[in-house]
């Protein structure tokens, strides 16, 4: 791969290629790289430019510095915060990024957000090259087309670093990953470094929010939009309005929130943010199934959605409108009981009902998913009644948040693994309950295997594939508050005369 002085010279040219280093400043960022590698001189390489990919350079360049003792230990947390380092040798301020980013938006949102996208991605802060090992594929479902994915990109932790972080002084700074506070911040063994990081400041319902990317994007422009302070997530009005703000001023985006309850929220709940991006997902293309008229709200378009779980789409070209008839259907299901239904507003002072909601504009309207979401726990369902029951957590037990809402299945990186060695014991007829790992799988291929006349190397994948779809739809169909039978619907129309 060459010296130290040509993977220098190889960043150095990256950053110019890429724009984000002007030829003006080439001087002050090397020496801001030979800084950061701790190199007293340099000389330019006389030999021919390779032009490597970025995460060869900063392989290299990392490699290069454990071998003189400049990087501590040569583990994935160590080296993720040495390389994030590197490339902030390469980033312009944040005043740069931003004016840059208001110039495009006068012309057109559109141009705005691809600048942007692909700047997070050239800066290494969407680390592409980590996206692309994701497994994801398409499963065929009576809903339609869901997406599925077993997400690779999220680097594993490492025991060293699991030790030396909780050695470590604890830190309340930033604190959490969605403070504004992360922007151009170190990190540490238990925080992301985020150097390269840049936050574009919008404003939202007439507060202060950030707009940024997900580093680990699972799907296109895969965007978090957070609140400049950090204050716990709530689904109320001035949620719906945010929403609908949000997409007013990026109309070719969709945007969501999770749940504000634990089991159907998200994993963090503590700081209020939405997601959203540029993708249509299954549940956007899902049919209105069966129109209703709400008391009151009679202008505003509704019905309940063909979906796995229990939708109310609504519709208008009055924002304000909207927000009042999403009100009236979260404050009604905040409060609403059903016994029948097994729907019970509160136990023992727990709150349990609650709404992911899904924003998106629509042939020129302003158009809302409501989610109904309840999460409830009795002794049989633990996890939750409205959760992935047990036998299907050998693929998923995780909480079912906005991204699977949608039907975006986001499954866990040791499926890869798991699945891998289960079709070779499927082909070769070994007996799946003789291994620990698989044991959990065993129930669910004698389930599915009869289906098939033969399963052999060649189509042993797609089966799996296939079958891993059909247990995503399960999951779905298990979070859904009314099942799509008959007595789901009636329920659900309960609800409705409840409106």
């Known amino acids: 791969m060459g010296n130290v002085n040509e993977l220098v010279r190889e960043l150095l040219q990256y950053g110019e290629k890429t724009g984000l280093v002007d030829p003006w400043d080439r001087t002050y960022t090397l020496n801001r790289i030979l800084e950061v590698m701790q190199l007293d001189s340099y000389e330019d390489p006389q030999t021919p430019q390779e032009d490597l990919p970025l995460e060869d350079i900063l392989s290299g360049l990392m490699d290069d510095a454990y071998d003189r003792g400049v990087l ?59 996206i692309a090992r994701d497994r994801k ?50 990190g540490r063994l238990n925080h992301p470094a985020r150097q390269n ?9 007439g507060e202060k929010w950030g707009f940024q990317y997900s580093p680990y994007v699972y799907y296109n422009e895969h965007c978090i939009v957070f609140n400049s302070k950090h204050t ?28 504000d309850l634990p089991i159907v929220g998200g994993s963090i709940l503590s700081h209020e943010h939405f997601q959203g991006g540029h993708y249509e997902f299954a549940m956007e293309r899902a049919a209105v199934k069966q129109k209703i008229t709400i008391r009151g709200f009679e202008e505003i378009e509704a019905g309940i959605v063909h979906w796995p779980m229990s939708v109310i789409r609504i519709c208008h070209e009055d924002p304000e409108k909207l927000v009042n008839a999403a ?78 809402v949608m039907g975006l299945a986001v499954l866990p990186a040791r499926l890869k693994g798991e699945m891998e060695r289960l079709a070779e014991y499927i082909v070769e007829g070994k007996e799946i309950r003789s291994d620990e790992e698989l044991e959990k799988h065993a129930d669910w291929v004698e389930a599915f295997i009869q289906k098939y006349d033969e399963i052999n190397a060649e189509n042993v994948e797609q089966i799996l594939q296939d079958e891993i779809g059909i247990v995503f739809q399960q999951v779905l169909e298990h979070a859904g508050v009314y099942k799509n039978d008959e007595a789901g619907m009636e329920g659900f129309l309960r609800f409705v005369e409840a409106l």
Request: glycine fraction near 4%; charge should be negative.
């Open 72 to 130: 501590q230990e040569n583990s994935v947390a160590y080296r993720d915060l040495f390389d994030t380092k590197l490339m902030a040798a390469l980033v312009p301020a944040p005043h740069q990024i931003i004016r840059e980013f208001q110039e495009k938006y006068q012309k057109s949102s559109r141009e705005a957000t691809d600048w942007y996208y692909q700047f997070s991605c050239d800066t290494d802060y969407i680390r592409r090259y980590r």
């Open 232 to 259: 716990p997530m709530k689904i109320d009005a001035s949620a719906f309005r945010k929403l609908l703000d949000f997409i007013r001023q990026f109309p070719h985006y969709f945007v969501g929130s999770n749940a």
């Open 197 to 205: 990081h840049r936050i574009i400041p919008i404003t939202i319902d």
């Open 137 to 186: 594929w398409k499963a065929e479902t009576e809903y339609g087309t869901l997406d599925v994915t077993i997400n690779l990109s999220k680097p594993e932790k490492d025991p060293k670093a699991i030790a030396a972080a909780k050695n470590a002084p604890q830190s309340a700074y930033p604190k959490c990953q969605l403070c504004m506070e992360n922007e151009g911040y170190a």
């Open 327 to 404: 009100s009236h259907i979260l404050d009604t299901w905040r409060g609403y009981t059903d016994e029948k239904s097994f729907i019970f507003a509160e136990t023992e002072g727990e709150a349990h009902n609650t709404i992911t909601p899904i924003a998106r504009m629509r042939n020129g309207k302003y158009e809302l998913d409501l989610v109904l979401r309840n999460n409830i726990t009795t002794e049989e369902y633990p996890l939750g009644v409205y959760h992935p029951h047990q036998e299907l957590h050998h693929i998923k037990k995780e909480n079912i948040g906005l991204i699977e």
